[in-house]
């Protein structure tokens, strides 16, 4: 299947499985990383303009999806990159170095697991030392798993899902500001099911609420000081996590009213936008890449 294809509306994930987390490597087809639809049938590539010229950016759960398409567009408009991942995915992430590096910039990879706090204040204190600075926190990593009804969600389970999707999100944050200057950003990767209340999802979508409200309340603590934090919200998104995490229905059912879903590429773009002074108006917000699906925010 061409990459064109992957843009055009109509277009299906195969179904597949793989255990959590999901492999990049092992998709059956291969996500877009720095390819975005020209509107006119095809596809072009991402166009840099220097806009992170000089930056420095913390991005968890870059080794794989929407992380990496971030990491590689980083570093295209100029960015070096600290990505933290988890330790069984360290194929994913060398090859998400590997990009990162061909655009002239520097990639430190850690392999850690964030649920603990100690953890995430080494990643900020590994990013101070070999970057020099923190100018953008991309808070990326969750875990998600189908379960249709609350009866059968495992409070192990529950616990799991807030200690990975959210806690480190406050962690990072909380550790990396005291190192940010006015200009620098966050954004937070929230999801669309925050807002539909997806229900065999419910831990993971209340997570995601949660992502939201926190992004709001830090916006109204630090956009006086000159650090804005936003998020974005994907909606159906070609990721190593569908064929993890989702039954064979689901993955029949993944599209957006644009007639496919999205690809990490374009939630990227978005993220870049909001790392940039592009955004310079915009704190507290959260921008719905959801593929045309018409949310209250």
């Known amino acids: 299947m061409s990459t064109e ?13 793989q255990e959590f987390p999901g492999k990049e490597g092992n998709l059956p087809i ?4 720095d390819t975005l639809p020209d509107y006119k049938g095809g596809k072009q590539k991402y166009k840099a303009a220097g806009k992170l010229q000089g930056k420095n ?7 794989s999806g929407i992380g990496r398409a971030t990491a590689l567009l980083f570093a295209m408009e100029g960015a070096n990159s600290l990505i933290a991942y988890l330790p069984d995915e360290e194929e994913d992430s060398q090859e998400t170095k590997k990009l990162v590096e061909r655009q002239g910039q520097n990639c430190h990879l850690m392999a850690l697991d964030l649920t603990e706090r100690k953890n995430c204040q080494k990643v900020v204190d ?28 495992s409070e192990d389970q529950w616990v799991h899902t807030f200690n990975t999707n959210i806690h480190p999100f406050f962690y990072l944050s909380k550790y990396a500001l005291p ?58 998104v070609w990721t190593p996590l569908i064929p993890a995490t989702m039954n064979e229905e ?6 957006s ?41």
């Open 5 to 17: 294809d992957q843009f055009k509306s109509g277009h299906s994930v195969p179904v597949t499985h």
């Open 30 to 33: 291969q996500a877009q990383y």
């Open 57 to 63: 950016a913390i991005i968890t759960g870059g080794d």
């Open 126 to 153: 590994e990013a101070v030392e070999k970057l020099g600075g923190i100018d953008i926190l991309f808070n990326n990593h969750a875990y998600q798993m189908m379960v249709e009804n609350i009866g059968d969600l």
């Open 179 to 236: 190192h940010m200057k006015a200009g620098a950003t966050i954004i937070n990767n929230a999801s669309i099911n925050a807002y539909i209340g997806r229900p065999d999802l419910l831990d993971y979508t209340s997570t995601k609420g949660a992502i939201v409200s926190f992004t709001r309340g830090l916006s109204n603590q630090y956009v006086s000081k000159g650090i804005r934090v936003n998020a974005v919200a994907p909606g159906p």
């Open 250 to 255: 689901a993955q029949k059912q993944f599209t």
């Open 257 to 297: 009213p644009m007639g496919r879903p999205a690809q990490p590429s374009e939630i990227a773009a978005c993220v870049v936008f909001l790392a940039s002074a592009d955004s310079s108006t915009l704190s507290g917000q959260v921008i719905h890449c959801n593929g045309g699906v018409i949310v209250n925010g």
